[in-house]
């Protein structure tokens, strides 16, 4: 039994039934059977269906924000534009689709024809995280659809009321319930669903996970896509316009209350800015509200996960005994709910383990540098390579500091962006392969080529 809780009141909301290996089972005979079907419709109909299934969400979307909030702390302001955003993913996907299908003719000379066509892969999994759950799950389920693959569905076990919302706005739409099929439960009933034979798993998670996955599916020659965790970092240079990074930082380091995949977890600061950095900062994070996630001033909400709480703890303590300065935090609020004081750490060194982990809370550790060749070797300096990002007013030095940054996203004078027309792709410990942009539609397709002798 799933029990989903509110982690800003610690009350059981709703108890559900995780589904059993032979439900599971069952859901994947049915997706065979009806994946065919589904790719043979022509592509206009899976656009008109994707098309109306944003426009529910739109209808709904205070109700959604509403089941969200309440499930895994997120302040309602920031679900209403989780939703608000996804349309234009969606539209992203509505328009690009079509041409990253279409078949090409790609040689034809002297009685030979060459041919190149886009089939889609069969049945996926798409196993989701909860942060986004909006996102990270339509980053797979809508480009899968739109391609004509069957997809077996599984929300994180802290958002399953959000993943089953998906589902009906879906099954509303038009999409057949056997060809987008949820699977309710938590780690045991995602490695149940992956022991079936598939054609493509898509993951978005934990590094730790993401491995186990690799590992059981590797034998199955299946496409495996990992989106996994982060430990992004941010330079910060002698000319940048300190008081604008700070506040730009601040907001990317504690927005979503630190739990994004792409969240500034590490601050690195030129010695000759790094005193007004810290009172900016500072500053600014003590303007966050903290509280009741259904307020809508709220900034700051609980933890979706109770577990993180002593994580944040053992990182703190840790930063402190390696010489670390707590500015503001540093512990968990009394009372009532999974809250963690949003925390400021200064003289923070890359071998603390605040400064290696995934902290995923709102939790900042910011240390100094000398110079350029330092901030790029302390920001490479990590098992991750999300994203990288460096402040500077300098459009050539910035694009210099950010040729050297080993991540799949970097940013000049900006942080925490994702835009759909870029492939979101993670190196080392952040993942494998690419959600977004055209890369992301073509994840979802196998080519055939095609050679062609008239006579
Ligand atoms: P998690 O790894 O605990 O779980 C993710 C999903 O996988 C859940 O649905 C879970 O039930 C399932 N799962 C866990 N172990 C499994 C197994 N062995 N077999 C099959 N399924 C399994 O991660 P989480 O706590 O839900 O999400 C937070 C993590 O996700 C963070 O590390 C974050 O950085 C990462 N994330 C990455 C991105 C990205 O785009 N790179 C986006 C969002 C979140």
């Known amino acids: 039994m799933l029990r989903v809780t509110n982690p800003a009141t610690e009350e059981v909301i709703r108890e559900l039934e995780e589904d059993r290996p032979s439900a599971i089972s069952e859901k994947v005979r049915r997706a065979y059977r009806a994946q ?270 109770k577990q993180q709480l002593d994580v944040l703890d053992a990182q703190v303590a840790d930063a402190v005994q390696r010489g670390g300065k707590v500015l503001c935090g540093g512990k968990r609020r009394q009372g009532k709910g999974y809250y963690y004081e949003p925390t400021v750490i200064s003289e923070a060194q890359n071998g603390m383990r605040l400064m290696r982990e995934e902290s995923f809370g709102p939790v900042i550790g910011i240390g100094r540098v000398r110079d350029d060749n330092d901030g790029v070797d302390r920001v490479n300096d990590s098992e991750y390579g999300l994203t990288a990002g460096v402040y500077t007013k300098d459009g050539a030095r910035a694009r210099a500091i950010m040729a050297r940054f080993n991540a799949g996203t970097v940013y000049w004078n900006c942080c925490d962006r994702v835009s759909p027309r870029l492939p979101w792709t993670g190196r080392r410990h952040s993942g494998v392969g690419s959600t977004l942009g055209k890369l992301g539609i073509r994840a979802f397709v196998q080519p055939k080529a095609y050679h062609l002798k008239g006579e």
């Not at 024809?113 to 889609?120: I, N, Q, S, T, V």
């Not at 057949?176 to 309710?184: H, L, M």
Request: with cysteine; charged share 20%.
């Open 36 to 305: 065919p079907g589904w790719a043979a419709r022509p592509l206009k109909d899976r656009l008109e269906i994707v098309r109306r299934f944003k426009e529910l969400v739109g209808k709904h979307q205070d109700r959604l924000a509403k089941t969200l909030t309440m499930e895994m702390g997120k302040p309602v302001t920031q679900a209403t534009n989780e939703l608000k955003a996804l349309a234009g993913r969606i539209d992203y996907f509505l328009v690009e689709t079509k041409d990253q299908l279409e078949e090409e003719e790609v040689y034809k000379a002297s009685g030979i024809e060459e041919r190149l066509a886009w089939e889609p892969l069969g049945i996926v999994a798409n196993v989701s995280a909860w942060n986004y759950p909006y996102f990270v799950g339509s980053n797979v389920f809508v480009p899968a659809l739109l391609c004509g693959n069957a997809v077996l569905y599984k929300p994180s076990e802290l958002v399953p009321l959000t993943g089953l919302a998906i589902a009906e706005l879906l099954w509303e739409a038009g999409v057949p319930k056997d060809v987008f099929a949820p699977v309710i439960g938590g780690a045991a009933v995602g490695q149940a669903l992956l022991e079936h034979q598939l054609q493509g798993v898509f993951f978005t998670g934990s590094h730790a996970a993401g491995k186990k996955i690799a590992q059981q599916v590797a034998p199955g020659m299946t496409r495996l896509q990992l989106e996994l965790g982060g430990k992004d970092a941010t330079y910060v240079c002698e000319d940048a316009d300190v008081k604008t990074a700070a506040q730009s930082l601040a907001d990317g380091a504690m927005y979503n209350t630190g739990q994004s995949c792409c969240s500034v977890e590490r601050i690195y600061v030129h010695e000759s800015i790094y005193g007004a950095f810290l009172e900016h900062f500072v500053e600014e994070v003590k303007g966050f509200v903290v509280g009741d996630p259904t307020d809508a001033n709220t900034y700051i909400g609980p933890l979706a996960r």
